[in-house]
């Protein structure tokens, strides 16, 4: 398969949002990448479920909704009822992983579970055969535009030794400092999905910029 890309709409401008949407529309991109804030569990507040239902109205390609939030669990109904298709949870912020994951199934989602740059990849070991996709953070959450973290690296390496082991085809999704120069490294490292917001939107003509994301 070859990899996807979703622009993150963090970047977008949103003062003309349904024209961003429009035009990832009509590019490449794969899906919309949606980073959801509470001002708690990361220092940032971005957009909720009115805005994610809104944005969902003019969409046409899936949304990928990463909650960067305290207690997920509360708002898993809400998030499919606005129109998530692939929602990652954070690992740092469920104590109660498993039924978690189990509750984005039931509610019509793909699962996903992202990890902080900080947070080992062993931690996933029991869960991994029962995802559909893990999120590697290659920055601090929070906020767009900040150095990609070159640790991520070490961390893809022992995603795809544990996907092998435990025989599991479960996506791996990169998201902080994606741009052309790493692209063809972390498509190597075997990421299936490259998030990419400051290098798309702040791009020149960024439906030109996803179109080269996709080929490296």
């Given at each position: 398969m070859t990899h996807l890309v979703a622009p993150s709409m963090l970047s977008a401008d949103f003062t003309n949002l349904q024209a961003e949407i429009e035009r990832i529309n009509s590019s490449e991109a794969d899906w919309f990448h949606m980073d959801v804030m509470d001002g708690i569990f990361?220092?940032?507040?971005?957009?909720g479920m009115p805005v994610i239902a809104q944005m969902k109205k003019h969409a046409q390609k899936p949304f990928d909704v990463h909650l960067m939030i305290e207690h997920p669990d509360r708002y898993i109904a809400d998030f499919a009822k606005a129109g998530a298709d692939i929602l990652s949870v954070q690992y740092e912020a469920?104590?109660?992983?498993?039924?978690?994951i189990q509750q984005i199934k039931a509610h019509g989602m793909k699962a996903s579970v992202a990890l902080n740059p900080h947070t080992s990849v062993s931690v996933l070991e029991d869960i991994l055969p029962n995802l559909d996709m893990v999120l590697?953070?290659?920055?601090?959450?929070?906020?767009g535009g900040q150095k990609f973290i070159d640790n991520t690296y070490r961390k893809l390496k022992k995603i795809q030794e544990m996907k092998t082991?435990?025989?599991t085809q479960v996506m791996v999704e990169v998201d902080g400092g994606v741009t052309l120069?790493?692209?063809s490294q972390l498509k190597a490292a075997g990421v299936d999905v490259l998030v990419a917001g400051s290098t798309?939107?702040?791009a020149q003509d960024p439906?030109?910029?996803i179109s080269?994301?996709?080929?490296?």
């Open positions: 990361v220092p940032n507040i971005t957009f469920c104590p109660h992983l498993h039924r978690t590697i953070m290659s920055v601090n959450p929070g906020f082991r435990l025989h120069n790493n692209a798309v939107f702040k439906v030109q910029m080269e994301l996709k080929k490296v």
